[in-house]
């Protein structure tokens, strides 16, 4: 069952912050989070596995909400080096196995 | 470094053409997938080994065949390859199956064009 990203893209300025989202129907075991640039391959950001949890490093946090639905990824003073694609990923009670799913991935653009 | 080695980075091949995608790692990781990811969509999971343990999507072509043959080697052959297969084959790895999940290293990717 695939997560849900939102928004699609977005468009922002050197310094401006942003909030991405990604929700399921159903709880979750966990929400990986990637980055990809074009042409490159994903790379790992986080992974938040505990409801409540909030974790993230240097401008770039995320939280996992208390029913384990829905994760959001924060980026504070956005910097041009974090435009890309981003993928939340997410492995759910629904699942038959431990395999991730991904969301269709939302498109950051930081301009000058 | 312990990475994850994808080649080649660019393969043509010929509509239904046999092609091979190779995948190594020197992480030690027990699981190795394979993605296929298409332009502006996500990485769509082909099938996974956990250790010799091979787990095929259910939605994966009969076209696509994998082989393992050893932790650190991984290949994917696509039989006969159609113009709707051209895509970006991403192959990972993770340090462990099961829950929770470990996260995932991906390769660089073999972009995958036919003609």
């Known amino acids: 069952q695939q997560p849900v990203q939102s928004p699609q893209a977005v468009i922002l300025r050197e310094g401006e912050d942003a909030v991405i989202n990604c929700s399921s129907s159903k709880a979750l075991y966990s929400v990986h989070w990637y980055r990809q640039k074009h042409g490159e391959a994903p790379v790992f950001l986080m992974i938040?596995?505990?409801?409540?949890e909030q974790k993230g490093h240097d401008k770039i946090s995320a939280s996992f909400n208390e029913k384990k639905q829905q994760s959001s990824l924060y980026l504070t003073a956005s910097q041009l080096s974090y435009s890309g694609t981003y993928f939340c990923g997410t492995d759910s009670f629904m699942n038959r196995d431990d395999k991730i799913i991904f969301g269709k991935g939302t498109r950051l653009h930081i301009l000058p | 470094d312990a990475m994850v080695i994808q080649n080649p980075r660019y393969q043509v091949t010929q509509f239904g053409k046999p092609v091979t995608l190779s995948c190594s790692q020197t992480?030690?990781?027990?699981?190795m997938y394979w993605y296929q990811q298409k332009s502006s969509q996500a990485p769509k999971l082909l099938f996974h080994?956990?250790?010799?343990?091979?787990?095929n999507e259910a939605d994966t072509p009969d076209n696509f065949q994998s082989r393992r043959p050893n932790t650190s080697f991984c290949f994917l052959d696509i039989r006969s390859p159609g113009l709707g297969d051209a895509a970006m084959y991403l192959c990972?790895?993770?340090?462990?199956?099961?829950?929770?999940?470990?996260?995932?290293?991906f390769g660089n990717g073999t972009r995958l064009t036919v003609t």
């Open positions: 990972a790895t993770s340090r462990t199956a099961g829950r929770p999940n470990s996260p995932l290293h």
């Open positions: 938040l596995l505990k409801g409540g």
């Open positions: 080994y956990y250790d010799k343990d091979f787990n």
């Open positions: 992480l030690n990781h027990n699981v």
